[in-house]
């Protein structure tokens, strides 16, 4: 008896699997048969229009997977980037209801797919870059039965960005891929443009020296043939700004200590020096990495100016120690011209200028000074003048900073 049952068993699942694998080769050739159908009559080469004359209206939706490169010095960059065509095709169509069927593949050299190029790239100008021969057979054409079909194709985009270092290194660019369809009556559909941020970045993997904060579609204003997809860069500059900002940050208040040297220390001259070639070094060093155009950065201006200001840091060091050892008895009057000046201005006695010429003038306790006491008054005032400016440097910076995050 248990045989029986165990034969029933294994007897019942054969005949359940042969008439599963039965059906699903009925569906296997309904496809096949549904696809031969199709294409009796379709040709790849003309339009899938009834009406040579009708428009096909393409919806591009771009996914960018990675930034490559950014090179500001040539102007180019590289990402990795998807684009997804969708269309109607009028010729390819088929009742659900009859054949159960919901999707048809086709590869892309059998049926009519809109071809999309690159205007400003550098190297491969179409979007449909196949690795090799096996991967172009298995990329397909996926049709409905209504007539709507989608393929999805790209790879690495090299093209040309126009960049602008004024902000360096709180820079930001916006590079574009230039689209467009090379057959006529393709156009764009107009719901495509705008902001496609969040769509476009969803598998996005970050970069360590750039973020992508935008991606915005925007047509041709005289043709609607283009699809321009602008991409916004910017800069993570915290390296740049350790490494570089920071630095000149601090020797440029360094600078300000060359005056609170001693001068009987001899190291007055050498400082000054020292924070001069440092910063010629810092300027050689950023020179090298900025493209070589009219527009100068900010940071270029900055380090111009702090070369300057060291220069003349270097000369009023070597003056004042020409004046620290010079003799008291030596002409200092017309040196000391300014605290006449002063003394005059804060006079409280004033009287009319009929009087001022009879009327002498009030001892200056300045013509009394050594050029030692001299000195000390230079030293101060410089003290005075550079802190003032490492102060507007700082706030400088700050405003950058504060642009950058509100950008």
């Given at each position: 008896?248990?045989?029986?049952?165990?034969?029933?068993?294994?007897?019942?699942?054969?005949?359940?699997?042969?008439?599963?694998?039965?059906?699903?080769?009925?569906?296997?050739?309904?496809?096949?048969?549904?696809?031969?159908?199709?294409?009796?009559?379709?040709?790849?080469?003309?339009?899938?229009?009834?009406?040579?004359?009708?428009?096909?209206?393409?919806?591009?939706?771009?996914?960018?997977?990675?930034?490559?490169?950014?090179?500001?010095?040539?102007?180019?960059?590289?990402?990795?980037?998807?684009?997804?065509?969708?269309?109607?095709?009028?010729?390819?169509?088929?009742?659900?209801?009859?054949?159960?069927?919901?999707?048809?593949?086709?590869?892309?050299?059998?049926?009519?797919?809109?071809?999309?190029?690159?205007?400003?790239?550098?190297?491969?100008?179409?979007?449909?870059?196949?690795?090799?021969?096996?991967?172009?057979?298995t990329t397909y054409v996926s049709h409905l039965p209504d007539g709507h079909a989608y393929v999805k194709a790209g790879g690495i985009v090299e093209a040309i960005c126009i960049t602008?270092?004024?902000?360096?290194?709180?820079?930001?660019?916006?590079?574009?891929?230039?689209?467009?369809?090379?057959?006529?009556?393709?156009?764009?559909?107009?719901?495509?443009?705008?902001?496609?941020?969040?769509?476009?970045?969803?598998?996005?993997?970050?970069?360590?020296?750039?973020?992508?904060?935008?991606?915005?579609?925007?047509?041709?204003?005289?043709?609607?043939?283009?699809?321009?997809?602008?991409?916004?860069?910017?800069?993570?500059?915290?390296?740049?700004?350790?490494?570089?900002?920071?630095?000149?940050?601090?020797?440029?208040?360094?600078?300000?200590?060359?005056?609170?040297?001693?001068?009987?220390?001899?190291?007055?001259?050498?400082?000054?020096?020292?924070?001069?070639?440092?910063?010629?070094?810092?300027?050689?060093?950023?020179?090298?990495?900025?493209?070589?155009?009219?527009?100068?950065?900010?940071?270029?201006?900055?380090?111009?100016?702090?070369?300057?200001?060291?220069?003349?840091?270097?000369?009023?060091?070597?003056?004042?120690?020409?004046?620290?050892?010079?003799?008291?008895?030596?002409?200092?009057?017309?040196?000391?011209?300014?605290?006449?000046?002063?003394?005059?201005?804060?006079?409280?006695?004033?009287?009319?200028?009929?009087?001022?010429?009879?009327?002498?003038?009030?001892?200056?306790?300045?013509?009394?000074?050594?050029?030692?006491?001299?000195?000390?008054?230079?030293?101060?005032?410089?003290?005075?003048?550079?802190?003032?400016?490492?102060?507007?440097?700082?706030?400088?910076?700050?405003?950058?900073?504060?642009?950058?995050?509100?950008?």
């Amino acid at each position: 008896m248990a045989k029986i049952v165990w034969f029933l068993v294994v007897f019942t699942y054969q005949v359940f699997g042969c008439l599963a694998n039965l059906q699903e080769l009925d569906e296997y050739q309904k496809v096949r048969q549904l696809k031969s159908t199709l294409m009796e009559k379709y040709s790849n080469q003309i339009i899938p229009r009834k009406s040579i004359s009708d428009e096909v209206i393409v919806k591009v939706s771009p996914y960018i997977d990675l930034l490559l490169d950014f090179n500001e010095n040539v102007g180019t960059f590289s990402v990795i980037v998807r684009f997804k065509l969708m269309w109607n095709d009028h010729l390819i169509k088929w009742n659900v209801t009859e054949n159960d069927i919901y999707v048809v593949r086709f590869p892309v050299d059998e049926v009519w797919l809109p071809k999309m190029m690159i205007r400003n790239t550098v190297e491969k100008r179409s979007i449909f870059s196949f690795d090799d021969r096996l991967d172009q057979k298995t990329t397909y054409v996926s049709h409905l039965p209504d007539g709507h079909a989608y393929v999805k194709a790209g790879g690495i985009v090299e093209a040309i960005c126009i960049t602008s270092m004024y902000y360096f290194p709180f820079d930001s660019h916006v590079c574009t891929i230039e689209l467009y369809f090379e057959e006529n009556q393709v156009y764009i559909g107009d719901y495509t443009y705008g902001d496609q941020t969040k769509p476009a970045l969803q598998g996005f993997t970050p970069h360590d020296g750039w973020d992508i904060t935008n991606v915005t579609a925007v047509q041709d204003e005289y043709n609607r043939a283009t699809y321009n997809l602008q991409i916004k860069l910017e800069r993570k500059p915290l390296f740049l700004f350790v490494s570089l900002v920071l630095p000149v940050l601090l020797v440029g208040f360094v600078n300000i200590f060359v005056f609170c040297l001693p001068i009987e220390s001899g190291e007055r001259i050498s400082l000054a020096v020292t924070l001069f070639l440092t910063f010629v070094v810092i300027m050689t060093m950023v020179d090298e990495n900025l493209p070589e155009s009219s527009e100068i950065s900010i940071v270029i201006v900055i380090l111009l100016l702090k070369v300057v200001i060291s220069v003349l840091t270097t000369v009023m060091a070597i003056i004042t120690i020409t004046l620290y050892y010079r003799h008291d008895d030596f002409e200092k009057k017309s040196l000391l011209k300014w605290f006449t000046c002063a003394q005059i201005c804060r006079h409280k006695g004033k009287v009319k200028d009929e009087q001022t010429s009879q009327t002498p003038l009030p001892s200056l306790p300045g013509n009394n000074m050594g050029w030692k006491e001299i000195v000390q008054i230079i030293d101060r005032f410089c003290i005075v003048v550079l802190g003032l400016e490492f102060v507007c440097e700082i706030v400088a910076v700050l405003i950058l900073l504060r642009g950058r995050q509100l950008s």
